[in-house]
């Protein structure tokens, strides 16, 4: 069934992403940027090619948004 793949897919992805990183900064997906970019500054690494994934801009967070 659908939901057994979703946890695999999710943690997959996950390292994925860290293994597209940069060493001692957070790496999140759009959909996570969309969540969190009104709380903290970060840039769009732009397109990146995950193997097995296809490619999906990546963000870098930066640290918290100075209030």
């Known amino acids: 069934p659908l939901h057994d793949a ?3 897919y999710t943690v997959n992805t996950a390292a ?3 293994g597209a990183g ?4 957070v790496v999140v997906s759009r959909d996570v940027w969309q969540q ?3 709380r903290f500054d970060g ?3 732009g397109m ?3 193997k097995g ?3 999906l801009e990546l963000f870098r967070i930066d ?3 100075a209030s």
């Not at 940069?22 to 900064?25: M, W």
Request: hydrophobic share 35%.
């Open 6 to 8: 979703l946890p695999i």
């Open 16 to 18: 994925r992403v860290e």
């Open 22 to 25: 940069i060493p001692g900064k």
């Open 36 to 38: 969190v970019s009104s």
């Open 43 to 45: 840039q769009s690494l």
């Open 48 to 50: 990146i090619d995950l």
């Open 53 to 55: 994934k296809g490619k």
């Open 63 to 65: 640290g918290h948004i």
